[in-house]
């Protein structure tokens, strides 16, 4: 279409201010950046600022980093959009936000195969998996301390039991709820939590250990049937009740579709809690989590409010009061829009684009894959013989950068740090297409770096004498890329 000619004289005076929106007054003085303007702005300009100013983000679409959704249906924006104005906490008056909620907690519930039967099911919608897991850490400590002050026992200094590969979140819940974190710590071969080390961490002050269906480091699924097993013998031989908690942020919403037979949830008696992150591959927008109880026992009574619903009780446990409705509404939209057969098609997709990508990489040269086939669908490789090479994964990552991609490079977690590592998680809208682009970049960022070396400024890629300086670097990079694996999600 083409743009009419107007003379000055077909604007209105409101017009014209707010038509000329590149080089208008508003924009040619300086805006505070760290203080409240004093004046207000036309909203078109202040639109501008803002979207113009993202401009400096990264492509959330090429975002291979994170684990959250980046694309939804047409349909499940609207819906969002809808609700932006809608208070999830107010079941007074949203009472079919309420119900929605309730049957998108029975509908996980049922995929984990809890026992609490329809409509019957424990468990809430959370900010993300950090939240949920902070519930579900409260809900482990209630439970070992009300077990114990009812036996006459000490109760002053209970711990947990986890992989020293755990998301940052597990960190916070040990700190901020004051139990001592007990870190199974890896090797240069195992990258999640070993049984046995884990097993022998566990004593009678133990809240209970967590297992991860999908470590962020890696997407491997850590082996939570063994951990049920070893925790059960161990729970009757000693009479205590150590709970198993799943930490699904990722694989919950995975394996239930693509490994079906693997038994990692409720069917296994020692888990007690299982949480989700709703904004990975539950696909919904940031930011929803879900935590799901066994039953009513493992969630202690005293950790619940309770607030008024259309005058009648409504059960809440949550870290924050106010929240948007509109994931919660979203997630129930992927539910009935998707269902089974739809979540399976997805992840399948998945899987096989992760797969394919993990082939090329293989053939692309230097890379080993340490990822998984029939896990989180994602690739994860590190530098075959890394300390030989005049070039890092970090790197790599930067290299395709300059090309738009966002590759994030980090080191395992302790003791495991020696391996430095590359991710890309494939999500929905990473199609076969992108996939096969991403791997001609990564082709040419190893055939220029092999034949030119970091373009980065400093001297860690000159000769003799560099094996010192790249020591020292990824060293002192280790701390932030280790909080960046960490944090990354
Ligand atoms: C295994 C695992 N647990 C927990 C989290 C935290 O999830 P959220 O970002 O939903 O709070 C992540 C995030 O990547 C994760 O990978």
């Known amino acids: 279409m083409l743009a009419r000619k107007m003379d000055a004289s077909d604007l209105t005076r409101q017009e014209a201010l707010l038509a000329p929106m590149y080089g208008s007054r508003e924009l040619g003085e300086p805006v505070p950046r760290y203080e409240l303007p004093d004046g207000r702005m036309p909203a078109q300009v202040a639109y501008q600022l803002v979207h113009d100013e993202l401009n400096l983000d990264g492509n959330p679409a090429l975002n291979l980093a994170s684990f959250v959704t980046t694309w939804m249906e047409p349909e499940a924006d609207r819906l969002m959009a809808e609700s932006f104005g809608r208070n999830y906490i107010d079941a007074d008056e949203y009472p079919q936000t309420t119900e929605i909620h309730n049957r998108c907690v029975n509908m996980l519930a049922g995929l984990f195969h809890a026992p609490s039967g329809e409509g019957a099911a424990v468990g809430c919608a959370t900010v993300g998996s950090s939240e949920a897991i902070h519930l579900a850490g409260l809900a482990m400590k209630w439970r070992w301390r009300a077990r114990r002050a009812a036996q006459g026992l000490p109760t002053g200094a209970p711990n947990i039991v986890m ?24 090797t240069g071969e195992r990258f999640v939590i070993g049984v046995e080390e884990a097993m022998s961490m566990v004593d009678e002050n133990t809240i209970g250990v967590v297992g991860i269906l999908g470590s962020t480091y890696t997407g491997e699924y850590e082996p939570v049937k063994e951990l049920n097993d070893a925790i059960v013998a161990l729970n009757s031989e000693r009479g205590w009740d150590v709970a198993l908690h ?60 309770h607030v008024n619903y259309l005058g009648g009780d409504q059960p809440t446990f949550n870290l924050n009061f106010s929240r948007g ?41 230097p890379f080993e894959i340490l990822s998984k086939p029939r896990t989180v669908p994602l ?11 005049p070039y890092s994964v970090f790197d790599i990552s930067s290299e395709l950068r300059q090309r738009g991609w966002i590759v994030p490079a980090y080191t395992m977690a302790p003791d495991a740090e020696e ?27 190893v055939e220029h770096l092999e034949a030119h ?37």
Not at 333 to 361: I, P
Not at 379 to 389: G, P, Q, S, Y
Not at 459 to 488: D, E, L, Q, Y
Request: overall charge positive.
């Open 325 to 365: 409705a509109g994931q919660i509404l979203a997630q129930y939209y992927n539910f009935l829009r998707l269902g089974r057969q739809g979540y399976t098609e997805v992840m399948r997709t998945l899987e096989q684009t992760a797969s394919h990508l993990a082939s090329a990489v293989a053939c692309i040269g």
């Open 453 to 489: 070396g970091p373009s980065r400024h400093g001297t860690s890629h000159a000769g003799p004498g560099s094996s010192h300086i790249r020591a020292a670097a990824p060293a002192k990079a280790h701390a932030a890329n280790h909080r960046r694996a960490h944090g990354v999600c």
């Open 379 to 389: 690739v994860c490789f590190r530098l075959e013989d890394a300390a030989a090479r």
């Open 163 to 186: 992989g020293a590969n755990v998301q940052v979140c597990w960190e916070k819940f040990a700190r901020y709820f004051d139990v001592e974190a007990r870190y199974v710590p890896l």
């Open 246 to 305: 799943v930490d699904g942020a990722s694989g919950a919403f995975v394996a239930p579709f693509t490994a079906p037979d693997l038994e990692w949830d409720f069917r296994l008696p020692a888990v007690r809690s299982i949480n989700a992150s709703g904004h990975k591959y539950g696909l919904v927008y940031p930011g929803v989590g879900w935590v799901v109880w066994r039953s009513e026992d493992d969630l202690p009574s005293d950790l619940i409010f």
């Open 419 to 445: 391996v430095a590592v590359l991710r890309v998680v494939v999500k929905e809208n990473f199609s076969r297409d992108l996939a096969d682009m991403l791997a001609s970049d990564l082709a040419r960022s």
